[in-house]
Structure formats: C-alpha cells, structure tokens
C-alpha cells in the first residue's frame, strides 16, 4: 500500500489554485494559527459561535489534501466530516463542497445508507474524498469494518463537546483508540463550548475538561488574539422581570383535576388494574392488586407524564394554552386507542382521556376558552400569565425598534427564536401567537409564527 502521507499526486492547474473564498470565509489571523497547530497534533478548537471554526476545518483539509488525492484502489485515504444532526450534514457538506472544490457528498440515514452494503460503500468511496456523515452511520462503518481507520487522513468532529456524555462521539473514539494500526488519523474537534454540562458530585470543570481531551486523544486550543473579540457574537441581554399569576379558585380546581388523576396513575404503577372503567376512578381499589410488569409500569408513566405537561403548561402559560394543548393531547390519546397502541379497555388511558375531558370542560364553563375570536387580543388578558404578557410586549419592543429593510415599514429586520422547555408548550405557545396575530389590523399582525420540537434519537440524543 502506498503511504500517502508523503507522496504527492499532479493535481490540474484548477485543482491546486487556492479556491476564492466566500465572504462568510474571510480569512482571520487567529485562524491560521489554529490551523498550524492542527496540522501538527489533535486539537479541539474552542472558539465562539461566529469566529469561524468552519474555515479552520475547510483550511485544514486543505493544506492535507494530497493524502486524499488520486484513487482509492490505489491507496488514498478519505477525509471525514462528521456531525451530529441531518440539517448540519446537509449545510456542512454544501459549505464545503463550494469552497474546497473537492468532490464531497453528504450522507444520513434518510438517504437510505444504512441499507448500503460494503460494496456500495466502497465505490462511493472511489468517487468521493471528503464524506460529510452523521455520527450515528461513521460509527457503524467502523463498527462493521467498511473503513478501517488508516484509511482516513483527517476526522473532523463538529460540536465535539458531545463526547464527553452518552453519545455516538464517545464510541467513535473508543473504537479509534482500539484500533493496532500506528497510522492513525489527525483529529480535529470544534466546539464553541467545551463544556455544556451540569457538573455531577465532586466533578469539577478541571476534571471535564481533561476527561474530553483524553477521550479524544486531543488538546484543547484556543486563540488570544485580541481581534477575536470583533468575530464573537454576544448578544445583548436582558432580563425582564414579571410578577407570579394570581392563584384563584377556578384555577386550582382546574389543575386538581388532572393532579387527582396523575396521582392515582402514579400508585397504579404498582397494581395489576382490572379491566373496565369504574364510574368514579379515583375510587377504584389498588389493595388486592398484583405487579405490573416493567413494559406497563413505563406505559402508565408516561401517561402520566401527559397530564402533568398540562398542569405545567397552565403554570406556565395560562388557561388558553392550556386547553390548546389538553385538546391536542386528548386527541392523540383518543387516536392511539383506536388504533390499539394500548389496550382497548385500558383503565390508565381511559382514566388520562376522562380526566382531560372534564379539566377541558372546566376551562370552558369558567374561562370560555373556546369563545375567544381570532385576534382579539382582549380577550386573552385573563387567559395568559404575567410572563406570556412580558414576552408579547417584549415582542413588540422589538418589531418597533427593528430597522426596515426597504422604505415599507411593514418590511422590517425582525426574527427571533423562544425556547421553552416543554414540548407542549412550544405548540401550544405557537397557537396563541398564531392567533393574537390573524386580526390584519391588530397591533402583533407583524407576527409571523412557526414551530420547532426535537425528539429523542436511538442514542439518546436530541435531534430536529
């Protein structure tokens, strides 16, 4: 096998000119510093969001490009870029598929390659040098032996903190340590924060920090350069305070309702139900019951779980969204009944449906939640909480202070991005957005709303 570290390949006269970088590129003195200090170790670059790690890579895989010139039968090696979600295989692989000028193409599991067989794999790897993948299917080519790592010049791991926790990242590098052959290949690790964690017992960040250097076989590198500074996107922050929603009688009772139904799911974790739906359910006796196996035990938590989103959705956002998000919930638990996901008799379930009835019914009777007209923005004040208020008004703020894009002033430089930490939240807050906004002539028309939820990948991870 020829050592293509220190052979050369001719390269065509518009192969080897230096590709004319797009302005989001512009080249920075502190990232040729990092560049050269990857050239000779492992590192982990940790620099902030917008100071360009993705040109550090882009330049790297440049300056190593003749150990991936020439073909794969022959001895070259291949260039990995891996990444942690879909959407960033996709706008990694366009990012450098237009700069280095170097064939690359992208690979996910949507695409269908976790069906490919060694055989496919290898004549991709004839045609392609650079392989843009999510971390989930490059470990599986380790894994099974499709690429054996002296085939690979240079692994780039985006947003590589991950492997320091319960994650694809921390597998891969198992298996590169494990791996007898003495040409491994170059690391490189991109990070805007090292460490993104809770510290757990006597941890320290001192002790974080080493752990993901020595799982990576790489050292953590940084730039003082004081031009730096200019590139960081910092935010303006500011924190805005708002009071605690009044606690009334009808809300209380609302929330009682499905606290009383989660608390009975929570002792039924430890009982064998009997079948049928009693007429009064928290009356049902759980004393001569037997145990539930583990499969039922998580079914019932996680119905549970259901009706406290609810109550923390209430806590949160108010009634109205609230009784959005019972409504929807409702529906989906009403539609995996007859679809036979639980049984058809199943008391748990039936005991969610029941309990999220009456609560909806409730809010109707004493909040006429389903009476509020689209884009009367009134008649919601009684239905949202205090923060709700705070981020409506804060919205606001921004829209009029936003700069306009043409001489339209309906035309303006106005986006932004409200997490939460609920799913259900997300959509019910969604809603409410969504309708505060139809009426054309109301004051938040400017509103334009969409909505993001991740879910939970075989790894554990979060992805879009």
Known sequence: MVDNHSRRLPVTESDSATPTLPEKFTQRAYQDELVERAKEENIICALGTGTGKTYIAIKLIQELRHQIDGEWDDGAQRTFFVVPSVPLVEQQAKALKEVTRISTDRYHGKLGVDEWSKETWIADFRKTRIIVIIHDVFLQLLTDNIIEPDRINLIVLDECHHANEKHPYRNITRHLHAHSSPRKPRILGLSASVIN???????????????????????????????????TARPDMQIIQYSLPMETLELTSAKEILQDAANWLEKAKCAQLPLGVPGDYLATSLDRAEELDDQAKESIREIRNVLMQIINCMKSLGPYCAYVAGTELLKDLRFMLNQGIFPARSVPVQVATSALEIFNRNLELNFHVNDIESGHVHQ?????????????????????????????????????????????????????????????????????????????????????
Do not use: M
């Not at 809770?198 to 003082?224: A, P, Y």
């Open 380 to 464: 919601l004040c009684e239905l949202i909480t205090p923060r709700v208020s705070s981020l409506l008004d804060t919205l606001k703020q921004c829209w009029d202070s936003a700069p306009a894009k043409t001489t339209d002033e309906d035309t303006k430089a106005f986006c932004g991005i409200i997490f939460v930490k609920e799913r259900i939240n997300a959509w019910a807050l969604y809603k409410l957005l969504t309708l505060i906004a139809s009426c054309p002539d109301g004051p938040y028309a400017f509103l334009k709303c969409g909505f993001c939820v991740g879910q939970l990948t075989e790894s554990g991870s979060p992805g879009l």
């Open 197 to 231: 964690f809770k510290l757990k017992g006597s941890q320290t960040i001192e002790d974080s920090f080493n752990e993901l250097q020595r799982c990576l076989n790489c050292v953590v590198v940084t730039s003082w350069d004081q031009s730096l500074a200019l590139h």
